[in-house]
């Protein structure tokens, strides 16, 4: 029986924990964005993205750093993503 509570629980709560998750991705890449770590900030971006990818700000943002770093191409998917969510 207690292992189907853990179940239980992993299923009910994982939501709530891909949620913080993600919000601690942004705010990494925020940080990184502003001190210039732009290669960073992609990193922590994607990461947010992958949980959440129906985040529009974390798409901008990424482009933001992607164009920091001259990868226009990948800003602009990044853009062309964001514009396209609902």
Sequence with gaps: MRGHAQLFSLIVLYPFFAFSQAENFLE???????????TDAIAYFTEM??????????????????????????????????FALP
């Design 49 to 82: 993205i992958k949980l959440n990818k129906k985040d529009c700000h974390a798409h901008v943002l990424r482009a933001r750093a992607y164009k920091s770093t001259e990868q226009i191409h990948e800003a602009l998917n990044d853009l062309n993503a964001a």
């Design 28 to 38: 990494q890449g925020q940080v990184a964005l502003r001190e210039e770590r732009y």
